[in-house]
Structure formats: structure tokens, C-alpha cells
């Protein structure tokens, strides 16, 4: 217990200096700071869920390698720009067959439960929108309940421990400890689940509690390559060159709290959307968030696809669907929603759809000093499972731009499909998030993050 109270008192004096100095991960007048391999993760099956739950239905993620505890235990976390709090599960979880990794809490040194009296059991989060609970004695644990807007829940102890990435010393940061973890919906299209291969989720919103922030982090990046190559997260310093020239749109600012405006997201401003070389005509107004904050954008690495509110989706499925009539089948079925958002589905052979792939156009997410293009084989995406036509001769692929409302969002939210051989850098120095194509399998081998 004096160990894990030293470990406290360091994690909050950290805390509480974080924001008026660079961070663990920021390395004085430049630097190379901590480069880590980036893997694209796909879970392959099902698992049956207990009585009246429903398993995290994963579909792709973002993982990086982390050591956590003393002596370290080496996990894998879903990277999230998204979320705030980090989680693991813990050794006392309980997951389905074949198990999921979990972290072994009791062999770790440093380890600690957070208790009720702590400080940091009276911080609020985006992801803890009820106050933190307490365990019955003797233990007088903090207990937090973790939600979010796909509905899936953790629930576990506030807790403490080193994380170590890369060759960086270790940081003491807060977590989630979660023994509890489930999803009321099977069209959970949002990875804040773990995959098969991941103990937990690694949180790096812009929130008080996020591991950007805990530890003081003032830069980070990454570049995801496509198929399930290693791309690359850089964690502060600099790129050593390596990077291309990056084109930065600012974040968004909204000092009043709104019922529907995440504050603490990466939020940029979307300005139009292009088909080809056809400007879309979206009204400003549907592209800005309103009086309750509804309708902002966010760049957000724990979403897979893209999701547009229902006035720009239903603009965007038009002109896409009357600029490839020539190339593209119409699937046919109206009652057929890939993921309960995506409703512009095509069928056609693999190898049909690889030739039509390279005559798709363009589509463009212009947002304020940069444009995000979406070309080739990044539009159309593959419906595992689905097949049709004479001997399951064709597979059937949806547009991987999803509807917002259908997916009871609010938001525009930009996802790691559409950022894949895409340098992302996370300038919070200076209030901007940064964007230039990029092969990311090369900036893998030449940062040297490893396999």
C-alpha cells in the first residue's frame, strides 16, 4: 500500500504540472520521441454472449504493443482518439471462450486500487458521465462505470500503474481496471472494444483523464497502413524529417458546454464534400454544429468507417450512386443495411470490383485548410458473409460512408478507414490536427517501430 500511495501522489503532482510543460512523451527541442508500431487488427468469428448480453460485435481496430505493472506485463491496446479513460481487463473479468488477454493486477508491484478518499476518484470524464462510486468496506475502492455512444459499457475499479511505451521510462497514469464489460447492441460499428488480440483500450481524447493528458502529451501522430502491415504512432518529439509536408486544419473551440458538442474531441470544421469534380450542394448550416452543439466533426482513430448526418449522407449516396451507374451494380435490396448506417451496397466479383475500383471518383472531405481524398479501394467495402447471384459468384459492398442518424449520432465523425496511408499529426500545442498522404508501410520501417 506505501507504494502504490508514493505512485498516487507522483501520478497527481504529474497531473496537476501537465499543463504548463511538455510531456513524458514531448522531448525538449525537438527529439525523436517514442515510435511505436500501429497494426490494423480484424476479428474473424462470433462469440456467444452470457443471458442478457451481447460480446463487443468487433469489427477492425487500431492496437499498439504497451508493457503495464512492475515487472511489466506487455499488452495490446485499441489506440482511441475518441475516449478518454484507458481500460484493461483485469484478472478477475470474465470473458468467453477462447479468452481474451487480461492484465494481472495482483502480480504488479505497482499497482493500486484507487480509494474513495483520492482526489482523483472526484474527477469526471466524458466516458464517466454518472460519479464514480465506492466499493463497502474494508475495500473503499473507486468503482467507475464507463459508457459510450454505441452503447457498450465497462464497469471496474479506478486504478493506477506504469505504462511504458516504447523505450520511454515508465509513467504512472490512471485506468480502468474493468472486471465487467458488454454492449446492449449488435451493430456496434465503434471499436471501443477490445479485439480478440487486445486487453483494453489506450484513451487519447483531449479529456482530463485521458493518457494524453495525464501525461502532458503536447504532440503525437500516426500513419496506418493499409491491409494489416504494421504502419506507425509516434508519441511527441519529431518526425526526424520522415513525415511529409502536412497540411493542418485548426481545431475547434466551443467554450460554452452543449448537450450535444463533445469538447474534448479532436473537432475540425467540415466545409464541403466532393464527388469527382463535383462540389456537393450542402447548405453551410448542415455542415456546422447548431445551437446544441449537434453536427460537429470529429477525427476519430476508434471508428472504422465514416459517418455523414442524414442531409450530407443522402446528397453524398445521389451523386455517388449517378456517377458510377456505369461501373456499379445497385444491390438491389432496399431492406439490406450493412451495419444498421450504410445502405449505398453494390454487388459484384472480387475481381470485377478490382478493375472498377481504379474508375471510382474521388470523394473529398474538405475541411477548413486541408482536403481528406478517399479514393480506389477505400469507398467500396466487402460484406464478410454475404455472397449472391449463381454459385455465390458475387460479394456484396456498401459505400463506407455510413449515416449518422441511423446510427443514433449526432456527429460527422471521420474514421481510420478513410485515414489509412494518411499521416495524422495531433498538434495540441497549437490547436490543429495536420494531414498528408503517405506510404505507411515505409514509415514503419524507416522510423524502425518494428513489427
Known sequence: MEAFLVLLGVFLARAEAANGRLGAYDVGGGG?????PLRVRVRMQEVEAPANKLWFRHNVSLTVPVAVGTPPQNVTMVLDTGSELSWLLCNESYAPPPLPPVFNSSASLSYGAVPCSSPACEWR?????????????PSNACRVSLSYADASSADGLLAVDTFLL????????????????????????????PSEEATGLLGMNRGSLSFVT???????????????????????????GLAPPLNYTPLIEISQPLPYFDRVAYSVQLEGIRVGCALLPIPKSVLTPDHT???????????????????????????FVNQTQQLLVPLG??????QGAFDACFRSPEAQMAAANQLLPEVGLVLRGVEVAVAGEKLLYMVPGERRGDGDAEAVWCLTFGNSDMAG??????GHHHQQNVWVEYDLQN????????RCDLANQLLGAGA
Open 409 to 414: 449520432m449526432s456527429a460527422y465523425v471521420i
Open 333 to 338: 435490396e432496399p431492406g439490406f443495411v450493412f
Open 214 to 240: 495525464q501525461t502532458g502529451t503536447r504532440r503525437f501522430a500516426y500513419c496506418i497502413a493499409q491491409g494489416e502491415g504494421p504502419g506507425v504512432l509516434l508519441l511527441g518529439g519529431d518526425d526526424g
Open 293 to 319: 452543439g449537434a453536427g460537429q466533426t470529429m477525427v476519430d482513430s476508434g471508428t472504422q468507417f465514416t459517418f455523414l448526418l442524414a442531409d450530407a449522407y443522402a446528397v453524398l449516396k445521389a451523386e
Open 125 to 137: 470524464g466524458r466516458d464517466l458521465p454518472v460519479p464514480p462510486s465506492c466499493d463497502m468496506p
Open 166 to 193: 516504447g523505450g520511454a521510462p515508465p509513467v504512472p497514469a490512471l485506468f480502468g481496471c474493468i472486471t465487467a464489460y458488454s454492449s446492449t447492441t449488435a451493430a456496434n460499428s465503434n471499436a471501443t472494444e
Open 32 to 36: 525523436e520521441g517514442m515510435v511505436l
Open 431 to 438: 490547436g490543429r490536427v495536420g494531414f498528408a498522404p503517405a
